[in-house]
């Protein structure tokens, strides 16, 4: 399961999910949006498809996105806004189709086990390879 950045995206908090979560997603978006304008929002789109969001205390991982079941799942123990809101860009990354890079190569928030890189431009041109710019769709 891909989804397109130029198209309208709900990164749905799970229910209960605190303010602080949800500010973790919101600024995973504003991290994406400082090199690629995505078409990501909390707020419900009429039509737009929804991605899950869970914040999760017993896994062992930073985080992942999940095809198969179609959420993105953050851990808990990140302990600032900072890293935790990385590490779910890097998770909306791998929803947008991006795969790791290696950090010998350059850095970017697509650098497995990142929690300090946020989207770089070159991050933002990955995606404007694979999809195109946005601005330029018909």
Not at 12 to 34: C, M, R, S
Not at 69 to 77: C, F, I, K, M, S
Not at 105 to 116: E, I, K, L, P, T
Request: charged letters at 25%.
């Amino acid at each position: 399961m891909l989804f397109d950045p130029c198209v309208p995206l709900v990164l749905e908090p799970e229910a209960g999910a605190t303010a602080h979560e949800v500010a973790v997603i919101e600024e995973a978006i504003a991290l994406w949006n400082d090199v690629f304008e995505i078409e990501a929002t909390v707020d419900d789109v009429p039509g737009a498809r929804h991605l899950p969001v869970y914040f999760e205390d017993d896994i062992w991982y930073y985080g992942r996105f999940d095809d198969t079941r179609g959420h993105l799942e953050v851990a808990t123990w990140i302990e600032d806004l900072d890293g935790m809101a990385i590490v779910l860009a890097h998770e909306i990354g791998h929803a947008y189709n991006l795969y790791h890079v290696d950090p010998g190569d350059r850095a970017s928030v697509m650098n497995a086990g990142n929690v300090d890189v946020a989207p770089t431009p070159a991050d933002g041109e990955e995606l404007v390879g694979l999809w195109g710019r946005c601005e330029d769709r018909g």
